[in-house]
């Protein structure tokens, strides 16, 4: 079954700061992987997906992510921190056949002024 | 696009009561998922429809959980009795299922809360 790691409960970073979240995946056939993000008490919004096309995929609100085969890996990164992007973060990967979406734990990320 | 909506958005309850979570998905959806978010647990997948039809409900933890989805436009999930460790937030989300990769819309939760 497949499995998604995200790496760091917590990333605190400064407003312009590089983010980079990190997040990992088990899967034996070629994934579909997501980035999901929650603003407190809201529901998750894709943020952007990988779907077998180009290997960096772009998303909303200057974030993007590079699907890295030989590393497993699929992190998500932003070059320029601003204070709204405080939130938490979810990688997800499709279970292979079905609908189905496994979720990280998440990332909770915290941007200082 | 009203999105898909949830309600009640909270609920309190006391153990033994009988809980009832609902949710409209997005108008032309036909897959329709329950989650459950714990901080212990994360984001877990109860149980998902498509046409109506429960596909996978391998994430139900127990009897005391059952879902339905009579038409297109509506599901209930659950809880009969409920107990201190189903307090949690409750997620419906809804997608076009398309047979490739499709992504899930997410209602606002219902936080539940049984004492």
């Known amino acids: 079954a497949q499995s998604v790691t995200q790496l760091g409960s917590h990333v605190s970073v400064s407003e312009g700061a590089l983010v980079l979240l990190r997040c990992n995946y088990s899967s034996s056939v070629p994934p579909y992987l997501f980035w999901y993000v929650q603003y407190p008490n809201q529901g998750l919004q894709l943020l952007l997906k990988?779907?077998?096309?180009?290997?960096l995929v772009k998303g909303i609100n200057g974030f993007e992510a590079e699907f890295k085969k030989s590393e497993t890996s699929f992190h998500l990164t932003k070059p320029s921190a601003h204070m709204s992007d405080a939130a938490e973060y979810f990688c997800?990967?499709?279970?292979?056949?079905?609908?189905?979406?496994?979720f990280g734990k998440g990332t909770k990320l915290t941007v200082n002024p | 696009d009203a999105g898909v909506i949830q309600s009640p958005r909270h609920e309190v309850t006391e153990m033994g009561q009988e809980v009832t979570l609902r949710c409209k998905p997005i108008?032309?959806?036909?897959?329709l998922f329950w989650y459950r978010q714990t901080m212990m647990r994360g984001l877990e997948l109860l149980i998902y429809?498509?046409?109506?039809?429960?596909?996978?409900d391998s994430g139900m933890p127990e009897d005391r959980f059952s879902a339905k989805m009579p038409n297109a436009s509506f599901s209930t999930l659950k809880i009969q009795p409920s107990e201190p460790r189903d307090s949690a937030v409750y997620f419906c989300?809804?997608?076009?299922?398309?047979?490739?990769?499709?992504?899930?819309?997410f209602g606002p939760g219902t936080r539940l809360t049984v004492l």
């Open positions: 429809f498509n046409n109506n039809v429960p596909i996978d």
């Open positions: 990988y779907t077998s096309a180009a290997t």
């Open positions: 997800a990967v499709e279970e292979s056949g079905s609908e189905k979406l496994v």
């Open positions: 108008s032309g959806h036909n897959s």
């Open positions: 989300a809804s997608s076009l299922s398309s047979g490739s990769t499709d992504t899930q819309y």
